[in-house]
Structure formats: structure tokens, C-alpha cells
């Protein structure tokens, strides 16, 4: 079982920077590969990000690639999603998953067992 708390979300201005966290309770933490997600008013899910269980692999999506960065601390059981040159079209509420016993990224939302409960990002123009 693993629980996971997003935080770091707010409101910034455009070309602004931001830095989200998901906090994770659980052993099986450490094997997990994680992703971040987002997900607009009246729009479907999408991927953002993905980091494996030890870090040595991500994926981004196109949209992202370039601006934001994952990145993960096991000892302290937390991933990072540093966001920079966040655009009014990064609005969206952001949710980490996790599926564990994993050795690869892994795009699919319907991959992943375990969900946050999101955190706001609005930026504004």
C-alpha cells in the first residue's frame, strides 16, 4: 500500500517557476516508478512525467520536454517536479501515481495503482 500527498502548487505568473513534491508513505515506494499527471477543466488526463524506481530513467511529454524536470529522493521517500517557463496552458491540477515493483517509465494512467490527491497549479498571463 502506498498513500501519496502532493503539495507545492499555487498560483504564478507566466514564465514562472514552480516546484512540486509527492510525498509517499509505504515501503514499496522505493520500487515504484512514478509519474505526474495533469489534468485541465473539461479535458481528459494527461501524462506529464514519469521517473523509474532508482531515477536512471524518465520520460516527458512534448509539451513539457525541455521545462520541466522529475526527480526523486527514496531516503526521504518524496518525488520533485520542477517546473520553469510555466505558460497560462501548464494550468491544470497535477497528480503523482506510483506503481511499484516497476523497473521501467511508464506513460499509461491506467498503469498506475496508487493516485494523490492533486495540487492546483494556475498560471496566470
Known amino acids: 500500500q502506498v498513500q501519496l500527498v502532493e503539495s507545492g502548487g499555487g498560483l504564478v505568473q507566466a514564465g514562472g517557476s514552480l516546484r512540486l513534491s509527492c510525498a509517499a508513505s509505504?515501503?514499496?515506494?522505493?520500487?515504484?516508478?512514478v509519474g505526474w499527471f495533469r489534468q485541465a477543466p473539461g479535458e481528459e488526463r494527461e501524462f506529464v512525467t514519469t521517473i523509474n524506481w532508482s531515477g536512471s530513467s524518465t520520460d516527458y511529454a512534448d509539451s513539457v520536454k525541455g521545462r520541466f524536470t522529475i526527480s526523486r529522493d527514496n531516503a526521504k521517500n518524496t518525488v520533485y517536479l520542477q517546473m520553469n517557463s510555466l505558460n497560462p496552458e501548464d494550468t491544470a491540477v497535477y497528480y503523482c501515481a506510483a506503481r511499484p515493483y516497476t523497473l521501467s517509465v511508464v506513460r499509461t494512467p491506467t498503469s498506475y495503482a496508487y493516485w494523490g490527491q492533486g495540487t492546483q497549479v494556475t498560471v496566470s498571463s
Open positions: 509505504g515501503r514499496s515506494f522505493s520500487t515504484a516508478t
